[in-house]
């Protein structure tokens, strides 16, 4: 009697109400949440392409800058005597310029005329490019350079026999061998429009320029 006067004393429930499993959002479960949770949007990454700017160096600046190193090149060719002495067939490879080299030789005071108008007239003139500037200015410290071995033959006095005059042969070779390395490439590095640094030379260029 006890049990049925207890389920007589209890309300009966109806579906209306009942309360609701999730009143609240902030408290319904992590799948229930995302479900209903509006769908995230993923920006949409397109590649970035940096343009780089190509600036190619005239032809006519490339130019300039190639006959420059010709100066000390034609101003050098005094020490190789006693290579083309040695190997008369190293003399081949120079014949294509023996018309220029003898056009050269035929002005007067042309080694001088030449270094002051490539000093005075290009590295000086601020009309030129840093480009033309800075390979004349090689080209002039190079030329400077050259007149060392001669002075410290003339002044040394090696004679033509002995350990001096064998100490002459192989720095004169080797001053030779160096101003064709430099000629070339300055040159080759002119012609396609790249700045090209001389051993012992471009960082004093660098400081006149």
């Known amino acids: 009697m006890a049990s049925v006067s207890f389920l007589r004393l209890s309300p009966i429930t109806s579906p209306k109400t009942l309360a609701k499993p999730y009143p609240f ?18 920006p949409s990454l397109k590649p970035t392409t ?11 600046e490339r130019l300039i800058s190639a006959v420059a190193y010709t100066l000390p090149f034609f101003n050098s060719l005094q020490y190789g005597r006693f290579l ?21 030789r035929s002005i007067p005071y042309a080694s001088f005329v030449a270094f002051f ?9 601020p009309s030129f490019s840093q480009y033309v500037r800075f390979n004349s200015m090689q080209a002039v410290t190079l030329d400077v350079l050259l007149v060392v071995p001669l002075l410290l033959a003339r002044i040394f006095n090696p004679g033509r026999s002995g350990l001096g ?35 012992f030379v471009g960082e004093a260029a660098g400081r006149q320029v």
């Open 50 to 60: 940096t343009r780089m700017s190509y600036n190619p160096t005239p032809a006519t």
């Open 84 to 104: 083309f002495a040695q190997y008369p067939s190293l003399g081949l490879l120079f014949d294509p310029l023996i018309p220029l080299l003898n056009l050269y």
């Open 117 to 125: 108008a490539l000093y005075l007239g290009v590295v000086r003139n």
């Open 25 to 42: 959002s902030s408290f319904a479960p992590p799948l229930l949440v995302f479900l209903k949770s509006p769908p995230l949007t993923v």
């Open 165 to 199: 005059f064998k100490l002459m042969v192989w720095g004169h070779n080797a001053v030779f061998l160096f101003s064709c390395f430099c000629f070339v490439y300055g040159l080759v590095s002119c012609v396609l429009g790249k700045t090209p640094y001389l051993p």
